[in-house]
């Protein structure tokens, strides 16, 4: 399962930052690595509720994906930086020891594993609306679980060249 091997990758990466690397901010407007963990895990769980709010569902719609939806499932995020709107930019947790946070990803595992076998059974017309992709099934719900973690490797690589060492 490959959305599984990128997130234990993020997991067993926890343990080479000292709390201290976890928690710097190299700048005011700048995440610190352990802000970055906090939100890749915020946003696994709101996806995956979405996904399950999909399998409880028993209206169908029609509506899908957005343009950009389209391609950000086929091709991935694009290799920019986006910018939240204010309301949901509040900055994530930057409190969390290594073990809180290896804790908090391992629920977003077990989540993704209970769900990995049941989630093509879920009538793919059954669909939750995402404020920017669209109308997505649970299937694409799931699958934006791991496209987000891909897409913060970059931000990843970036908070690791900026630690103190």
Known sequence: MRELRLINTYKNELQNYSLEQLRYKSEEAVWSLGQMYDHLILVSHSYLDNMETCSALNEVQHLGKTEFAEKLFKFGFPPVKFKLPDELNTPPNNSDSNDKLTSRIDQVILRLNQWEFKVDDINPNY??????????????????????????????????????K
Not at 134 to 142: F, H, Q, S
Request: proline share 0%.
């Open 127 to 164: 669909k939750v609306e995402h404020m920017s992709f669209g109308w997505l099934n649970a299937r694409e719900w799931y699958d934006l679980v791991e496209l987000h973690f891909h897409h913060h490797l970059r931000q990843k690589e970036e908070l690791e060249q900026r630690l103190v």
